[in-house]
């Protein structure tokens, strides 16, 4: 019988495995040395809290699901109806076709359809490849519709390091070497104002330290790079734990602490998010790429293990 979660593909390489679903093109689960990376779930379990699902054509969420775009006004079916916000994009619960399959990589496709509030035709492929050295991830939204199309394109892995448990994460140490940070509205996690991280101590993880009691659902950027690479741990005390690193075409990163669910689920891994632009970006227009018919724009990231 067909899992819950759609065609399963199991990946290897040197010390890494990886499962990916085909429902949303989903990553289900990352091990090194037989260690959890991010937080799995099973194959016949409905995905959980977006874990590990593909952002598209948008990251995050949109006010009202209502925005302008070429001159004319479009209204989204709101996902998240308690907060009026049409969230994640549109392809978390498609069911991709797999076009490229090696022991080592899937190559996964699907496409939205033009429909209400999206009257755009946009083919989405997502590669997961694994090496000795991690796991790349990559998508591409490619337009063919005969006008300009909004997109903007994320990830949304939550990442682990050592055993799981609840609140496991208080006790671990998570880098974010951004300067800037957007504040939301605490009601709908909607963006309020750019500040510098400095101004918010909770916010301000430029330098590995225990996350505590801390709660952050917010999107950061100005993010430190080294030869335009960026990077976010996560950490114990030894300094052993995840990575994820990724190029200039994400300009935003969305951090989360899990902070949501029953008592006993929460905190258990910390979701971190590369994006293209940041929340609420289709009525902003913040980084949001407008793409030509017949052109593509795409993102990509790296998970791996940190030896300590």
């Known amino acids: 019988m067909r899992a819950r979660s759609g065609a399963q593909y199991v990946l290897s390489a040197g010390e890494y495995e990886a499962e990916v679903a085909s429902v949303g093109a989903t990553l289900r689960s990352l091990r090194h040395r037989g260690v959890d990376l991010v937080r799995a779930f099973d194959a016949d379990e409905v995905r959980p809290a977006m874990r590990g699902a593909v952002l598209a054509p948008w990251p995050n969420r949109i006010a009202d699901g209502e925005y302008d775009f070429g001159g004319i006004r ?19 619960w498609m069911d991709f076709t797999c076009v490229v399959r090696r022991p080592d990589a899937v190559q996964l496709s699907a496409t939205i359809e033009p429909q209400p509030g999206y009257p755009w035709r946009v083919r989405i492929d997502v590669t997961y490849r694994l090496t000795p050295d991690g796991l790349r991830h990559d998508i591409t939204a490619t337009n063919e519709s005969p006008d300009a199309a909004p997109v903007g394109l994320g990830g949304h892995p939550y990442l682990v390091a050592g055993a799981p448990g609840p609140r496991r994460i208080d006790a671990l140490q998570l880098s974010v070497p951004a300067e800037e940070v957007l504040l939301v509205s605490p009601d709908r996690l909607l963006p309020t104002r750019s500040v510098a991280v400095a101004e918010v101590p909770d916010l301000d993880r430029r330098h590995p330290r225990a996350l505590a009691d801390a709660e952050i659902n917010h999107a950061y950027t100005a993010v430190e790079r080294t030869a335009g690479i960026a990077r976010v741990t996560l950490t114990d005390a030894a300094g052993v734990g995840v990575a994820i690193e990724w190029d200039e075409r994400c300009r935003w990163v969305q951090i989360y602490t899990d902070d949501h669910g029953s008592a006993g689920e929460r905190r258990q891994g910390v979701a971190v998010e590369p994006t293209t632009c940041p929340p609420d970006a289709f009525r902003s227009k913040r980084d949001l790429a407008s793409v030509a018919p017949g052109a593509s724009v795409s993102a990509g990231w790296t998970i791996r293990s940190v030896p300590g």
């Open 74 to 92: 479009h209204a989204l079916p709101l996902t998240e109806p308690e907060r009026r916000t049409a969230a994640h994009g549109l392809v978390a």
